[in-house]
T-cell receptor, first 117, second 109 residues
Framework: GAVVSQHPSRVICKSGTSVKIECRSL??????MFWYRQFPKQSLMLMAT?????????EQGVEKDKFLINHASLTLSTLTVTSAHPEDSSFYIC?????????????FGPGTRLTVL | RKEVEQDPGPFNVPEGATVAFNCTYS??????FFWYRQDCRKEPKLLMS???SGNEDGRFTAQLNRASQYISLLIRDSKLSDSATYLC??????????FGAGTRLTVKP
């Protein structure tokens, strides 16, 4: 299947700092990538849809000024958690859609575990 | 009511057992359906798509009943390596994928 990478896999930071997470599609071009967040023992929750060359679409309740998304190329999307707080500690997972149809399969990156102290 | 509901389990079964997971979804306009597998502290990985005609991949069989808005996954001859959380995923179209909270399976020797 398609390969999606994320970096870093794990990050620990102090409260108030910003953290950037990268998501790359390694063997295909992804015009659309997605950012999810998963708290322990809960399901994945879509945060935003990242479109190459345009602004991201955020889900209701997700602050766009806090979670900055940039999708500058067909293989890279970044999520920056600004002024992180302990409640932002979570498992952040990106995915990339293979194909142009909205019902096409998504492949997930390995996730980034963020711990804010 | 949650958009995608699954029995959280856990299901604890012996090796070789057959186990079935169920999932219901609330949006009748949902367009495509999947089962993903998620190992502890890892990302979800696509297990199989689910079609109305039913589909089988080795020991795994998935079924979709659109009228009842119900999806199932059957695992035959369970292996230790099948231990994971199984996520039911429903795609509403327009990049709108909804995940169930998952059903946890533990296969014991």
């Amino acid at each position: 299947g398609a390969v999606v990478s994320q970096h870093p896999s794990r990050v620990i930071c102090k409260s108030g700092t910003s953290v950037k997470i990268e998501c790359r599609s390694l063997d295909f071009q992804a015009t659309t990538m997605f950012w999810y967040r998963q708290f322990p023992k809960q399901s994945l929750m879509l945060m935003a849809t990242s479109n190459e060359g345009s602004k991201a679409t955020y889900e209701q309740g997700v602050e766009k000024d806090k979670f900055l998304i940039n999708h500058a190329s067909l293989t890279l999307s970044t999520l920056t958690v600004t002024s992180a707080h302990p409640e932002d500690s979570s498992f952040y997972i990106c995915s990339a859609r293979v194909g142009s149809l909205s019902t096409d399969t998504q492949y997930f990156g390995p996730g980034t575990r963020l711990t804010v102290l | 009511r949650k958009e995608v509901e699954q029995d959280p389990g856990p299901f604890n079964v012996p090796e070789g057992a057959t186990v079935a997971f169920n999932c219901t979804y609330s949006n009748s306009a949902s367009q495509s359906f999947f089962w993903y597998r998620q190992d502890c502290r890892k990302e979800p990985k696509l297990l199989m798509s689910v079609y109305s005609s039913g589909n089988e991949d080795g020991r795994f069989t998935a079924q979709l009943n659109r009228a009842s808005q119900y999806i199932s996954l059957l695992i035959r001859d369970s292996k230790l390596s099948d231990s994971a959380t199984y996520l039911c995923v429903v795609n509403h179209g327009n990049n709108d994928m909804r995940f169930g909270a998952g059903t946890r399976l533990t296969v014991k020797p």
